[in-house]
């Protein structure tokens, strides 16, 4: 027996809990805080608990409800666009973290359950990702079951109109990261038009860090005349564009001088690239320190 049997506890299950933290606030720092804030209260409990996993649970989401109430506030105020933190794939292998390689940690899909309300993201999660029954759900929450069924319908019609339609494999995927680097760096405009939807969405934080668009760019035109403008101010063999993996995703990372400048995933019916979305914030990209320009 550990000689700690709340830190045994507590280990054993982190990995779920950050995954909880983590869809729920889409940022790594926040997830890490809501865990440390739940370690300290189980530390400190002197209940009789009878599930270990239910209680961290229960505190776990109820923190993070609580966390994305504020950040809501503190997003509003965000310069530009806010978009999730992203995730190396030596953070979504550790032991840690351990984040299934689904859509469900998606950039895009973390960004589009940020349309939800707190508590109706905290029941999505728990029962459409997480499995969870909606009689365990209802508890944590503090909500009927009915009502825990009915947020989660709710959830359901708000995201399913925006949540992409097509699944594509890593090849395709490939293939279509590729295409943009070729045309990017080339300032291919008439490649670029082809390459992107005709409603294809870019968006890009930048936090006012560093320079990126304050609103999302909507139209293949108007994204292919960005990506035609950068390609003309852009001194050959300065900017490096390399296949990476983001969230789980084939994605692109972007060195300036042999440094990270930016990772950016997209979203595509594997025809044409459907969504861009570009994390360029220097203060989001600590999960790729140390990642080396690609050739």
Request: glycine share 6%; proline share 3%.
């Amino acid at each position: 027996m550990s000689a700690d049997p709340k830190l045994e506890s507590f280990t054993r299950y982190r990995a779920r809990l950050f995954g909880i933290g983590y869809r729920m606030l889409g940022s790594r720092a926040d997830a890490e805080d809501v865990l440390h804030d739940a370690w300290v209260r189980w530390q400190t409990t002197d209940m009789d608990v009878s599930s270990a996993e239910a209680w961290l649970v229960t505190a776990v989401t109820r923190l993070a409800i609580d966390r994305l109430r504020h950040a809501k506030v503190e997003r509003e105020a965000y310069t530009g666009p806010w978009l999730p933190e992203p995730l190396s794939n030596e953070d979504m292998d550790s032991p840690d973290i351990a984040l299934e390689r689904d859509e469900d940690v998606s950039i895009a899909f973390l960004t589009l359950l940020e349309t939800l309300s707190p508590e109706e993201r905290a029941v999505f999660v728990l029962h459409d990702i997480l499995d969870e029954d909606y009689a365990d759900i209802a508890e944590i929450v503090g909500k009927s079951d009915a009502a825990c069924r009915q947020m989660v319908h709710r959830a359901r019609e708000r995201l399913t109109s925006k949540r992409r339609r097509f699944k594509v494999d890593d090849d395709i995927r490939r293939k279509m990261l590729e295409r943009f680097v070729s045309a990017a760096n080339r300032g291919d405009r008439n490649e670029l038009i082809a390459l992107f939807a005709s409603d294809a969405t870019l968006t890009s934080d930048g936090g006012g860090k560093v320079v990126a668009s304050l609103r999302p760019l909507l139209g293949a035109e108007r994204i292919a005349n960005l990506w035609y403008a950068v390609a003309r101010r852009s001194t050959p063999g300065v900017v490096v564009r390399s296949v990476i993996h983001v969230n789980g995703e084939l994605a692109l990372g972007t060195f300036v001088h042999g440094r990270l400048y930016s990772v950016s995933t997209i979203e595509t019916d594997g025809e044409r690239i459907t969504a861009y979305y570009s994390i360029v914030n220097p203060d989001k990209l600590g999960s790729f320190r140390g990642l080396s320009q690609i050739a």
